[in-house]
């Protein structure tokens, strides 16, 4: 189970690669892979909405419209679904563009509380369709807009989805993609990445300030996932060439590894 747009470049060698290698996949169950994704640098060019953030969550100053909504499905479940979809077919890989909608794989609520719009919390996952894509070989791109119990179109934030994924699927492992190396001590220093954490840690680290911003989310996601069954979750940094299979089959990883 992989998350994040980072994958732009490597996903397509890496669902090449596995498929070759003939072995069982280090994301789901079964001899693939699944990729997750939410808001990108390259969706926020499109759409032109601008940032802003509670509590490490990135959010949308005008996701509250109902028709900015449209656009921003438009665009996740379109435009960027689909470039994914064609660059691992361009790579050998066997794609299938997805949304949370279909099949009814993502069920949320609206976060009405923290006044944001229509953005929402994952309440159920059903990973029938999930499944059977997997089974058959293909690689499910998922794009995380989700509906709540009357029809409409939520965000979700695409590790939250990512993590309930893994977990509705028995994954043994969840990798995050992003923009740094991992859980760093000093966000300034490289050379501080933690290798390994457990959930303890990981919750002291929170209360110390150094997990903080956008890595609050992801380390939460993580937490979750592996308290439903999931092995590890590795948040790694995308941009790094081979970063996949580096901190999968090395010793010492390139990301940080959590576990339980």
Same mark, same amino acid.
């Given at each position: 189970?992989?998350?994040?747009? $980072?994958?732009?470049?490597?996903?397509?060698?890496?669902?090449?690669?596995?498929?070759?290698?003939?072995?069982?996949?280090?994301?789901?169950?079964?001899?693939?892979?699944?990729?997750?994704?939410?808001?990108?640098?390259?969706?926020?060019?499109?759409?032109?909405?601008?940032?802003?953030?509670?509590?490490?969550?990135?959010?949308?100053?005008?996701?509250?419209?109902?028709?900015?909504? /449209?656009?921003?499905?438009?665009?996740?479940?379109?435009?960027?679904?689909?470039?994914?979809?064609?660059?691992?077919?361009?790579? &050998?890989?066997?794609?299938?563009?997805?949304?949370?909608?279909?099949?009814?794989?993502?069920?949320?609520?609206?976060?009405? /509380?923290?006044?944001?719009?229509?953005?929402?919390?994952? =309440?159920?996952?059903?990973?029938?369709?999930?499944?059977?894509?997997?089974?058959?070989?293909?690689?499910?791109?998922?794009?995380?807009?989700?509906?709540?119990?009357?029809?409409?179109?939520?965000?979700?934030?695409?590790?939250?989805?990512?993590?309930?994924?893994?977990?509705?699927?028995?994954? /043994?492992?969840?990798?995050?993609?992003?923009?740094?190396?991992?859980?760093?001590?000093?966000?300034?220093?490289?050379? =501080?990445?933690?290798?390994?954490?457990?959930?303890?840690? $990981?919750?002291?680290?929170?209360?110390?300030?150094?997990?903080?911003?956008?890595?609050?989310?992801?380390?939460? $996601?993580?937490?979750?996932?592996?308290?439903?069954?999931?092995?590890?979750?590795?948040?790694?940094?995308?941009?790094?060439?081979?970063?996949?299979?580096? /901190?999968?089959? =090395?010793?010492?990883?390139?990301? =940080?590894?959590?576990? &339980?």
């Amino acid at each position: 189970m992989v998350t994040h747009t $980072c994958v732009y470049l490597q996903l397509p060698q890496w669902s090449k690669w596995s498929s070759e290698a003939g072995s069982t996949s280090p994301y789901t169950h079964s001899p693939s892979s699944l990729l997750s994704f939410g808001y990108s640098a390259r969706v926020f060019h499109l759409t032109a909405i601008i940032n802003i953030f509670s509590s490490g969550t990135r959010m949308h100053s005008s996701v509250c419209a109902a028709d900015t909504m /449209e656009v921003v499905e438009m665009v996740l479940g379109g435009r960027v679904n689909k470039s994914l979809v064609s660059l691992i077919q361009q790579s &050998g890989g066997r794609a299938v563009g997805l949304s949370g909608k279909d099949g009814d794989l993502l069920r949320a609520r609206q976060m009405i /509380e923290k006044d944001i719009g229509y953005v929402g919390e994952v =309440t159920r996952v059903d990973p029938t369709l999930l499944r059977s894509l997997v089974d058959s070989g293909y690689l499910p791109v998922v794009a995380t807009v989700a509906t709540d119990e009357n029809g409409q179109a939520l965000n979700v934030n695409a590790d939250t989805a990512a993590g309930e994924i893994a977990a509705a699927l028995q994954a /043994e492992k969840l990798i995050l993609m992003t923009d740094v190396p991992g859980v760093l001590k000093d966000k300034n220093d490289v050379s =501080t990445k933690y290798n390994q954490l457990n959930i303890r840690e $990981c919750r002291q680290l929170t209360e110390e300030g150094i997990i903080a911003g956008g890595m609050i989310p992801k380390v939460q $996601c993580c937490i979750r996932c592996l308290s439903q069954g999931v092995t590890a979750a590795h948040i790694i940094d995308g941009r790094s060439r081979h970063s996949i299979l580096m /901190e999968l089959l =090395t010793d010492e990883g390139v990301g =940080t590894m959590i576990t &339980g």
